[in-house]
């Protein structure tokens, strides 16, 4: 429809150049959100409400299957966090209590991860991060400083310190690897293996290795390494090779679905774990744990001691301000849920896992994740060879996308090159939010084949006409026009 070309610039005088109260009758409804900062002020409704629009493009957070990071918190908990929003956790003098949560949060995962004891207490020493990747950035950091303590004192080289790990590392990995110039030993993944093999992994170390990175549910497939498969072996062959797991996801699973599987400080090399609080640790974005087997493996050199801020402290975090309302959030999940809770939940989420798992094998696609417990809850699977189609993982993705569902496609790790898809079971995807992506999947593929069957007879009429080149165009209209199903629903013109 054309405007009006008045309504394009107000005339001066009219109504539209004064400001309107209503927030879409006012000048800003008809600017570009700005790029500067502006003159003037705004008032806070409208700034509010132009935000909260602009915003209304991004994706629905529950709708996002892609991501592992929490998206619902009980109105108490989301309460907490705003309440403790304006604290800064490093003001330890000033907000002694914040402090202590945190501490008592990271008590409850020494426990959580078996540390080992002294006069019944744990050893493990912890603190709270910004998410997992600063966890494994302080984790790599000690590893490496305790390896160049260790050769200085025996007056060896330190100019090539390696680090091992599967070639499935999140990126994190090589973050920390290129960061701090440590050579990356990797495992590579296979056609078959999408993890470590722990022989492999055991084969590369040298003098110069600083650790081992396990990961405890793999960002691609939820899958958990074999750490104590690393363990026993490095064991066996008399190495004290430290082993860090990333649990960033694991770690707030394992312990209750499967707590038998021993992955953690139970395993001697074991010497520091990372877990992500925002994900399984059902807190929203912004938190992480970093823990040590005991005060030995976190180097002195890495610990500053602060007193500017009214009393001494101890600080072994990469960034120095944060909010408290993150550890606050977490201590309240640990205290709602405990054991019970969590373990309700996550076994919950390993049964919707399991279920959606099986009904996309049913479909014909491959399942590239471990169900039953043995995996995070995560199904991740591709195209399989019984469904005969052209299109990829990709295209299906996009397609369920204009459902609202997020669904990643993506390449499985570098050297291992076929795409698939990853469904991250979270705690608020239900049997009937599974049933709901299961029928929205189906349509998609029907959808997709359709028009590939549409698109293969357009073709085969295009090859098969002898005026091919002089009446192209007539051709592939003819066929749209004959190709066109009868029912509506299934013509994708
Ligand atoms: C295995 C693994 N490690 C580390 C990370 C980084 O975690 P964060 O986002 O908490 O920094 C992720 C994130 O998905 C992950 O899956």
Same mark, same amino acid.
């Not at 050199?301 to 500017?308: N, R, S």
């Given at each position: 429809m054309a405007f009006p070309s008045q309504l394009s610039k107000p005339p001066a005088g009219s109504t539209a150049t004064r400001d309107c109260s209503h927030i879409y009758g006012s000048r800003f409804a008809s600017e570009h959100m700005p790029w500067e900062l502006p003159e003037d002020e705004m008032p806070k409704e409208v700034a509010y409400r132009m935000i909260k629009d602009d915003l209304a493009l991004d994706g629905t957070p529950m709708l996002n299957l892609a991501s592992f990071v929490t998206t619902y918190m009980e109105d108490e908990a989301e309460k907490l966090i705003v309440e403790s929003m304006n604290?800064?956790?490093?003001?330890?003098?000033?907000?002694?209590?914040?402090?202590?949560?945190?501490?008592?949060?990271?008590?409850?995962?020494?426990?959580?991860?078996?540390?080992?004891?002294?006069?019944?207490?744990?050893?493990?020493?912890?603190?709270?991060?910004?998410?997992?990747?600063?966890?494994? %950035?302080?984790?790599?950091l000690a590893m490496k400083r305790r390896w160049k303590n260790q050769r200085q004192a025996q007056g060896k080289d330190t100019s090539q310190p390696?680090?091992? #790990?599967?070639?499935?590392?999140? &990126?994190?990995?090589?973050?920390?690897?290129?960061?701090?110039?440590?050579?990356?030993q990797l495992v590579p993944c296979t056609d078959t293996r999408y993890v470590i093999d722990p022989a492999q992994a055991v084969d590369l170390v040298d003098e110069n290795t600083i650790g081992i990175c396990a990961i405890f549910g793999t960002t691609y497939t939820g899958?958990?390494?074999?750490?104590?498969?690393?363990?026993? %072996?490095?064991?066996? *062959? *008399?190495?004290d090779t430290p082993i860090h797991v990333d649990a960033a996801s !694991?770690?707030?699973?394992?312990?209750?679905?499967?707590?038998?599987?021993?992955?953690?400080?139970?395993?001697s090399n074991v010497v520091s774990i990372n877990a992500s609080g925002h994900k399984y640790g059902l807190v929203y974005p912004g938190i992480g744990w970093a823990l040590w087997r005991s005060a030995e493996y976190l180097p002195?050199?890495?610990?500053?001691?602060?007193?500017?801020l009214g009393a001494d402290q101890v600080n072994f975090t990469l960034n120095f301000s944060k909010p408290a309302s993150n550890i606050v959030a977490q201590y309240y999940q640990m205290i709602r849920l405990g054991k019970r809770g969590y373990q309700s939940i996550m076994t919950t989420l390993t049964r919707t896992a399991d279920y959606l798992a099986d009904q996309l094998k049913? #479909?014909?696609?491959?399942? %590239?994740?471990? !169900?039953?417990?043995?995996?995070?809850? &995560?199904?991740?699977? *591709?195209?399989?060879?019984?469904?005969?189609?052209? /299109?990829?993982?990709?295209?299906?993705?996009?397609?369920?996308?204009?459902?609202?569902?997020? &669904?990643?496609a993506y390449t499985m790790?570098?050297?291992?090159? #076929?795409? #698939?898809?990853?469904?991250?079971?979270?705690?608020?995807?239900?049997?009937?939010?599974?049933?709901?992506?299961?029928?929205?999947?189906?349509?998609?593929?029907?959808?997709?084949?359709?028009?590939?069957?549409?698109?293969?007879? *357009?073709?085969?009429?295009?090859?098969?006409?002898?005026?091919?080149?002089?009446?192209?165009?007539?051709? &592939?209209?003819?066929?749209?026009?004959?190709?066109?199903?009868?029912?509506?629903?299934?013509?994708? /013109?």
């Open positions: 604290k800064n956790i490093i003001d330890h003098e000033e907000y002694p209590k914040s402090v202590e949560i945190e501490q008592r949060c990271v008590r409850i995962l020494a426990d959580l991860f078996n540390s080992p004891k002294e006069n019944e207490k744990p050893t493990a020493i912890g603190t709270a991060c910004i998410g997992s990747s600063e966890a494994i %950035m302080l984790a790599v390696n680090i091992i #790990m599967s070639t499935g590392v999140q &990126v994190c990995w090589e973050k920390a690897a290129r960061y701090f110039e440590i050579d990356e899958q958990y390494e074999d750490v104590k498969g690393i363990n026993d %072996m490095l064991v066996e *062959r *008399r190495l !694991g770690g707030f699973v394992a312990p209750f679905v499967i707590p038998e599987l021993e992955w953690d400080f139970r395993l002195e050199e890495l610990i500053f001691k602060i007193d500017y049913s #479909m014909g696609f491959i399942i %590239m994740s471990d !169900g039953c417990g043995t995996g995070l809850p &995560v199904v991740a699977f *591709r195209l399989g060879p019984d469904q005969s189609v052209f /299109f990829d993982e990709f295209e299906l993705a996009h397609k369920i996308r204009e459902r609202g569902w997020i &669904v990643p790790a570098a050297d291992c090159k #076929m795409s #698939m898809c990853r469904v991250v079971v979270r705690e608020d995807f239900t049997q009937s939010r599974a049933d709901s992506l299961l029928h929205d999947i189906k349509h998609a593929l029907v959808t997709l084949v359709q028009r590939e069957t549409i698109n293969i007879q *357009r073709y085969q009429l295009l090859l098969s006409s002898s005026q091919i080149k002089s009446s192209q165009k007539l051709c &592939v209209e003819t066929s749209c026009v004959e190709l066109i199903d009868p029912e509506p629903e299934k013509n994708i /013109f």
